[in-house]
Antibody
Framework: EVQLLESGGGLVQPGGCLKL?????????????MSWVRQPPGKGLEWVSS????????YYAESVKGRFTISRDNSKNTLYLQTNSLTVEDTAVYYC??????????????????WGQGTLVTVSS | DIVLTQTPLSLSATPGQPASISCKSG???????????LYWYLQKPGQPPQLLLY???NRFSGVPVRFSGSGSGTDFTLKISRVEAEDVGIYYC????????FGQGTKLEIK
C-alpha cells in the first residue's frame, strides 16, 4: 500500500523556520516526482513546490520562492520542505503528494495521488 | 499563472438527483502534446483530497460511475448523475498543463 506520512509541523513565530518531512512507503520513491500542496485553515488548496524523482528539477510557487526549499533523500524515501522567513500567510496544513514518474526533468503533466494526511504549520506571535 | 474559476462555490443537492460543477480556465489547458491536464478532486471532511477524474473525463481507480467529466479548452464540468450522502465535501478542479493551480473549491452539501 502506498503511504505518505508528513511530520515537522508546529507553532512558529513570524520570521521563523521549520523543516517538514514526508516519509514514503509502498512504491519506488526515486521514480516519482513529489510535491507539496498547502491549505490554509478553512480555505482552498495551493500548490507550493515540486521536485523530480532524481531531485535535479525543482519548481516553486511565486509565493514561496526564495523562502522555501524542497529536497529529497531517496536513500531514506523521504521528501523535505525547508520553510524560512515564515509569515502568518504561511499558516496552513501542508500535504505531500506523489506525482508522475519523472526522474530527470520535472513534468507537471500528471496527477497528485496519493496525498498524505498533512502537517499543520501555524505562524503566530 | 493559469487561473481556474469554479461555480457555484456552494451547492445543496437532493439525494438521487444530479449535480454539476463548472470549472473555467483563464487560458486553454490543451498541452503541446494535444492532451488536456484537467483533474477533479474531492476533499471529504477531515481528509486529504482524493482524485476523482483525470484528463477531463477519465475516472480514477475505484471512482463510482456516477461521476463524469466533460469539456475542452477552457470550460469543464464535473457531473454527479445521482448524488449520494457520501459525496459530501469540497470539489476542486486542478490544472497541470502549466505547473499547477487549483480552483477555489465547491462545497457540496446534502439537503
Amino acid at each position: 500500500e502506498v503511504q505518505l506520512l508528513e511530520s515537522g509541523g508546529g507553532l512558529v513565530q513570524p520570521g521563523g523556520c521549520l523543516k517538514l518531512s514526508c516519509a514514503a512507503s509502498g512504491f519506488t520513491f526515486s521514480s516519482h516526482a513529489m510535491s507539496w500542496v498547502r491549505q490554509p485553515p478553512g480555505k482552498g488548496l495551493e500548490w507550493v513546490s515540486s521536485i523530480s524523482g532524481g531531485g535535479g528539477s525543482i519548481y516553486y510557487a511565486e509565493s514561496v520562492k526564495g523562502r522555501f526549499t524542497i529536497s529529497r533523500d531517496n536513500s531514506k524515501n523521504t521528501l523535505y520542505l525547508q520553510t524560512n522567513s515564515l509569515t502568518v500567510e504561511d499558516t496552513a496544513v501542508y500535504y505531500c503528494a506523489r506525482g508522475g514518474q519523472f526522474i530527470y526533468d520535472y513534468d507537471s503533466r500528471s496527477w497528485f495521488d496519493p496525498w498524505g494526511q498533512g502537517t499543520l504549520v501555524t505562524v503566530s506571535s | 499563472d493559469i487561473v481556474l474559476t469554479q461555480t457555484p462555490l456552494s451547492l445543496s443537492a437532493t439525494p438521487g438527483q444530479p449535480a454539476s460543477i463548472s470549472c473555467k480556465s483563464g487560458q486553454s489547458l490543451v498541452s503541446s502534446d494535444g492532451r488536456t491536464y484537467l483533474y477533479w478532486y474531492l476533499q471529504k471532511p477531515g481528509q486529504p483530497p482524493q482524485l476523482l477524474l483525470y484528463e477531463v473525463s477519465n475516472r480514477f481507480s475505484g471512482v463510482p460511475v456516477r461521476f463524469s467529466g466533460s469539456g475542452s479548452g477552457t470550460d469543464f464540468t464535473l457531473k454527479i448523475s445521482r448524488v449520494e450522502a457520501e459525496d459530501v465535501g469540497i470539489y476542486y478542479c486542478m490544472q497541470s498543463t502549466a505547473l499547477h493551480t487549483f480552483g477555489q473549491g465547491t462545497k457540496l452539501e446534502i439537503k
